[in-house]
């Protein structure tokens, strides 16, 4: 069996079988006897894979028991078991409790992979099999207490996100537990996908006549294949990230093989010659006021590896917010997007998707920045932080920020100093305050406050003929407000990983490249607080 993280799989194409949601590991060191099991401790072990995987008992529809079959061994699991998953558990919705003894017997040391495999195939079939020989239930244990069911038959398991728990322990003491998902349905998402929207075809040579020759041969090829065997998206993936991108290219825009074949036929491309100076890449990162409702969900329904990468930010995203990030950013109902504490993590989960549907073209950066927020997503394209490090960070800071009092911001077409000049003779004789949040170029200045401040610097902008734009925003970002939650985020800052860059990382906070010590609790403090300069 191999583990992977999920990011991971994704980007090498693996066929993921199901997802490991949290697991817990403990030894009681004291049982009652040599082949029975602890109580206390197998209550422990259960919460904390339960905590790990952010899991509620009552989410759980199937567990996978150890089941030692023996007198003493049986009322002890089921006891733990009905302890902490009876907990919110209604009763017409029982646990179904089974163990895969019954099915291939006792497999010894392989006993605890055995119920993990047999786990993920139910989870694959969307079933449960029957429990097999149970004649007579021992009369200590109580399925109606948890409640909970045997299933006797080959039960169906419904349900969109499938959770199973397997539970499993040893003669020396030691407990093991383990919350498992289903998998998504990654080869029926890009079959409806793929075939749906236009594919770019791309290929390239060393000199035109190499191109020329390249371009027959692909027109030789594309002639003599069944369409229904060699799918479009196939022939322009491996074009485009299968061969090296030489300086003689043509590019074809095709909805299917058939048009790609006729396009390529006629000549019907664009031809070009790329300069031998290679031009390097740099990648911008938007902070908040870019994010609109149904960003992203053309990109998410045309090119899998966006897909795939949103719906991996989706699980972490539901696991610290309790939201489906989808219904957050698509939902025009639910208005969530106008509230920080959604808006910010929003936007980092659309830039992750964004980096790795750009690596999956072969491009990457050279160079990136980030404005405010989005710093975070530059520094998962640097390597800096890991996805759920730096979604750890992102969550956490618009957290604290929407525990503050609510403001406003204002984007400002004037130069510097006459902005300067404005802000110190309103802060000095109004009773409110407003604070240089950003200078994003000489003439381009953002300004935040309390909403009442905001109000009456409009009307000094208006009575100044500087020109302004609302910004939508909920608080008063990098202002004075953002002092009184900077120490709780320095404390969450202290708790991720950081790695040097991969790729040079300008600040936008200090304007200066970074280097993989600078990264600290105190930079991301002043990453909240300072005004941008971009």
């Known amino acids: 069996m191999i583990l992977k993280r999920y990011a991971d799989a994704c980007r090498d194409g693996d066929n993921i079988l199901a997802l490991i949601r949290g697991s817990a590991l403990n030894n009681d060191g004291a049982g009652t006897s040599f082949g029975t099991p602890n109580a206390k401790a197998q209550i422990r072990v259960f919460r904390e894979a339960l905590n790990n995987a952010r899991v509620k008992p009552s989410e759980v529809s199937f567990l996978e028991a150890h089941g030692t079959g023996t007198v003493v061994g049986d009322p002890i699991e089921m006891y733990a078991i009905g302890e902490v998953y009876s907990e919110g558990r209604p009763a017409t919705e029982p646990l179904f409790v089974s163990s895969v003894k019954t099915n291939i017997g006792h497999c010894e040391a392989a006993a605890g992979i055995a119920s993990v495999i047999k786990m993920i195939l139910c989870l694959q079939n969307s ?20 409640p909970a069911k045997i299933p006797l038959e080959l039960t169906p398991w419904s349900g969109e996100a499938k959770l199973g728990a397997v539970s499993s322990f040893s003669m020396s ?30 290929i390239s040579a ?17 002639g003599s294949q069944d369409e229904k065997k060699v799918s479009l998206y196939d022939v322009a993936f491996a074009a485009n990230t299968g061969r090296a991108h030489l300086s003689h290219r043509i590019a074809v825009l095709a909805k299917d093989r058939s048009q790609l074949l006729t396009k390529l036929t006629k000549e019907n491309f664009i031809q070009g010659k790329v300069p031998s100076i290679k031009n390097k890449i740099g990648f911008l990162f938007t902070g908040q006021g870019s994010q609109y409702i149904g960003m992203g969900r053309n990109l998410y329904e045309t090119f899998p590896v966006f897909r795939q990468a949103l719906d991996h930010c989706d699980v972490l995203f539901h696991d610290h917010l309790d939201q489906s990030l989808k219904d957050v950013i698509w939902n025009e109902d639910l208005n969530l997007l106008e509230k920080t504490v959604y808006c910010q993590p929003s936007i980092f989960c659309i830039q992750y998707a964004l980096i790795q549907l750009w690596k999956s073209f072969g491009i990457r950066p050279d160079f990136v920045l980030g404005h405010s927020v989005g710093e975070f997503a530059a520094s998962v394209a640097a390597g800096v932080l890991s996805l759920e490090d730096a979604m750890e960070l992102v969550i956490s800071r618009s957290e604290l920020v929407n525990k503050l009092t609510p403001g406003a911001m204002l984007a400002l077409r004037s130069s510097q100093d006459k902005v300067m000049k404005l802000l110190q003779a309103f802060n000095k004789e109004s009773p409110h305050w407003v604070d240089v949040a950003a200078i994003n170029s000489p003439e381009e200045i953002v300004v935040s406050g309390e909403i009442a401040s905001i109000d009456h610097f409009r009307n000094v902008c208006l009575n100044n003929g500087i020109k302004f734009v609302n910004i939508p925003a909920s608080h008063a970002f990098h202002s004075r407000d953002m002092d009184k939650i900077l120490d709780a985020f320095a404390s969450v800052a202290a708790t991720v990983k950081v790695n040097p860059p991969t790729c040079t990382y300008i600040s936008g906070t200090l304007s200066k490249p970074m280097e993989g010590s600078d990264f600290t609790p105190s930079y991301w403090q002043r990453h909240l607080r300072d005004t941008g300069n971009l």
């Open 206 to 222: 060393k000199s035109e006549e190499a191109l020329t020759e390249l371009l027959e041969r692909y027109v030789k090829y594309l």
């Open 127 to 146: 079933s449960i099999p029957p429990h097999l020989n149970l004649k007579t239930l021992n009369p200590r244990i109580n399925l109606e207490r948890i």
């Open 173 to 202: 003491g030691t407990n093991v537990h383990m919350i498992l998902q289903q998998a998504p349905k990654r080869s029926t998402i890009q079959e409806t996908t793929q075939s749906a929207q236009p594919q770019l075809f791309t």
